[in-house]
């Protein structure tokens, strides 16, 4: 069974930092690109960052410079270190796996976590 765990989200000034963890269990890790989307009240869910299995990071315009993304393969872990946090960064925050083998595709997501940034 595949499980997703994500931690780390919360309440934060504007101008603070989080780190978000995501640890999966149940798949090869290391053949899953991995992603964290958000989805604010009101809103569609978007993808904030993404780390394919090359390990080359990609980020949403609005979050480009202070947002991290990362993954350890032995670990089973993914972080998002989120710095110079935003009012407009609030939102439930899910961790993303994804493995598509020609035409099969394999694709979890976490449960969410809160992030709410606000003085």
């Known amino acids: 069974q595949v499980q997703l765990v994500e931690s780390g989200g919360g309440t934060v000034e504007p101008g603070g930092s989080l780190r978000l963890s995501c640890t999966t269990s149940g798949i090869i890790f290391s053949i899953y690109a991995m992603a964290w989307y958000r989805q604010a009240p009101g809103k569609q869910r978007e993808l904030v960052a993404a780390i394919p299995t090359d390990h080359n990071p990609k980020y949403a315009d609005a979050v480009t410079g202070r947002f991290t993304i990362s993954r350890d393969n032995a670990k089973n872990t993914m972080w998002l270190q989120m710095s110079s946090l935003k009012p407009e960064d609030t939102a439930i925050y899910y961790c993303?796996?994804?493995?598509?083998?020609?035409?099969?595709?394999?694709?979890?997501w976490g449960q969410g976590t809160q992030v709410n940034v606000s003085s």
């Open positions: 993303h796996e994804n493995y598509v083998p020609g035409d099969e595709a394999y694709e979890y």
